[in-house]
């Protein structure tokens, strides 16, 4: 496995995560949008969408820091030479689904288990 190629590529998603998740943030934030809202004229179907919106926002930024999360430690990964290895079972986790997913924690074995323990929560 090319480790610099990995690492370049863990850095470049990670800054595209980063500027994606400041303007979320920065939207989030924009107190200009919030006064829009309190408009009492504004129609009621345009309220749901901004609503909608919104969440799907706040989704996708909870979606990205996670991510971030998993870079940050894939990284750290990279330097103390235990990356591409499963954290549950500890065996490769294969350059397919690594070239798929650079910061994958888990093998595909493990990562459809760890779902299945979710959706069963
Ligand atoms: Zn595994």
């Not at 400041?22 to 309220?47: C, Y």
């Not at 996670?66 to 079972?89: F, H, P, Q, T, V």
């Amino acid at each position: 496995m090319d480790f610099e190629a990995v690492r370049r590529r863990l850095l470049d998603e990670r800054a595209q995560r980063q500027a994606l998740a400041e303007r979320l943030r920065r939207e989030e934030a924009d107190p200009v949008e919030a006064s829009e809202l309190s408009k009492v004229d504004q129609h009621q179907a345009e309220l749901g969408t901004e609503t909608f919106e919104r969440e799907r926002d706040l989704t996708a930024l909870a979606i990205i820091t996670d991510e971030l999360a998993d870079i940050e430690l894939a990284l750290r990964k990279l330097d103390d030479g235990s990356y591409g290895i499963c954290e549950e079972c500890g065996k490769p986790i294969g350059e397919e689904r690594l070239a798929a997913k650079p910061w994958a924690r888990l093998c595909i074995v493990d990562q459809a288990r760890a779902e299945q323990a979710v959706r069963r929560r």
